[in-house]
């Protein structure tokens, strides 16, 4: 084992049932590895990477600084000294003026383990606010100005004879002003998004939490990719939602996988249907099922973070039952099916998104969206009041079929807002995914 997994093991015990004040379902041991890890990005040496991760042990557990002398040795008991405060029977402001006075003194190696703590706390502040659109400081033993003032000066005494160009203390900087003294990207602001800035907020809104994914992730690795599937009928937002979050999340760094619908798919028209073409309507129902497992185990077994599937094990689950309410099949038939698709569900799905409207405006939508006044086959009123009968009858299949699903009417909704508010309801549940595996990983789970 390195120096570096020894420390990162050791705050981990340390900290063990600490929780961030801020989030209190976050394991508070996330900031420490998080800051060794911002100083691992920046190239510094393997000391100063462990003193990241041991700077608050002294401060914020029982160990002493004695006893990271013992199993660290002197340097790294030095640059951990530096990173803690003195007597915390001290009044704040006589801890902070200490911290401010004392950091000026410091040598530039115990300097950057007080900025990466500083970056870390203010950047996971900043992404707070962003989420919830609230500047709360609650959590905090001093109220805004304070804490501006603190920083702001812990930042001053950090350049005190030094390169304030280094790229970490710049980094510190920038969140320091996006926290503090409103900086924001005014392009976007006044140029790109003048004419709609609620617009503009609600996106906001949902980058920060994208970027907290982002953190998440370095932190971890989940077990499996994180499986989204998308149903619903035509003209209600969803081939539209899927491509968007496909851009959200490629362009947020993740690894990104999208698996068209397979009964439009050009292997489902010339190969699928011509292998089963005198098969019965249910064989070749549990024959689609199949093939769609099969493609979505193939897709689980690649490097990938989220998959988007459109109409995968789930949507069988209506035609499955359409086909028993007509009489297409016998009930014992539609049983079999019905528990083989929600025990496949329930091992490969992880977040189902089924869109529907009523019938009109779907049908609005088709005549609105297209050239074409020739009256429409399968997307006709009947057949749209069929699917969300069955979609009403099937509500309980579903909620034991997948850990999280979103059944969500758009009839009164602009395509912008259905991928909005399919974003807001899948982002909470991917991060609580990642808090879960790094509580996993490291043996944090209560």
């Known amino acids: 084992m390195n120096i570096k997994e020894k420390a990162k093991l050791f705050a981990i015990e340390a900290h063990r049932g600490q929780v961030r004040k801020s989030e209190p379902d976050k394991p508070m041991v996330m900031h420490p590895i998080g800051v060794g890890d911002l100083l691992e990005s920046y190239g510094y040496d393997d000391n100063v990477v462990v003193a990241g991760y041991l700077h608050d042990v002294v401060e914020d557990t029982n160990f002493t600084i004695e006893d990271i002398n013992k199993y660290f040795g002197s340097e790294i008991a030095f640059l951990v000294m530096g990173a803690s405060e003195p007597d915390k029977s001290l009044s704040w402001e006589e801890r902070k003026k200490h911290t401010i006075e004392e950091t000026k003194r410091l040598p530039l190696r115990n300097k950057l383990v007080i900025c990466a703590d500083k970056i870390n706390n203010l950047e996971d502040l900043y992404l707070k606010f962003e989420k919830t659109g609230i500047r709360d400081f609650s959590s905090f033993k001093r109220g805004e100005e304070s804490q501006r003032w603190y920083y702001t000066e812990v930042y001053r005494s950090l350049i005190y004879n030094e390169d304030e160009n280094l790229p970490i203390f710049c980094r510190l900087k920038d969140i320091l002003d996006k926290v503090f003294y409103n900086k924001e990207d005014l392009f976007l602001r006044d140029t790109i998004f003048n004419d709609n800035r609620d617009y503009y ?26 499986v ?62 199949e093939d769609v497992t099969r493609e979505l185990e193939n897709v689980l077994g690649l490097d990938k973070e989220i998959i988007l599937i459109d109409r995968s094990i789930n949507d069988r689950q209506i035609w499955n039952y359409r086909r028993y309410v007509r009489g297409d099949v016998g009930k014992e038939q539609y049983i079999m099916t019905r528990d083989k698709y929600l025990q496949v569900s329930k091992k490969l799905i992880d977040f189902l998104v089924i869109t529907y409207a009523n019938p009109l405006t779907s049908l609005k939508r088709d005549y609105l969206s297209s050239l074409s006044l020739e009256k429409r086959s399968f997307l006709s009123q009947g057949n749209i009041e069929e699917y969300n009968k069955c979609l009403n009858d099937l509500n309980n299949l579903f909620t034991s079929s997948v850990e999280n699903m979103l059944l969500l009417d758009t009839s009164s909704m602009g395509v912008n807002d259905v991928t909005i508010e399919v974003a807001s309801q899948i982002l909470p549940k991917m991060r609580k995914r990642y808090i879960k595996s790094f509580k996993d990983k490291y043996g944090l789970t209560k």
């Open 201 to 226: 907020k609600r996106l906001r809104m949902l980058h920060a939490q994208k970027i907290e994914l982002q953190r998440l992730k370095s932190l971890c690795v989940l077990s499996k990719p994180f």
């Open 228 to 289: 989204i599937e998308f149903s619903g009928t035509p003209r209600t937002g969803k081939t539209t939602t899927i491509n968007n979050l496909y851009d959200f999340f490629k362009k947020g760094g993740f690894n990104v996988e999208l698996i068209e619908e397979f009964t439009t798919s050009k292997y489902f028209k010339e190969v699928f249907r011509e292998k089963y073409k005198d098969v019965s309507s249910f064989k070749l129902n549990v024959a689609i099922i």
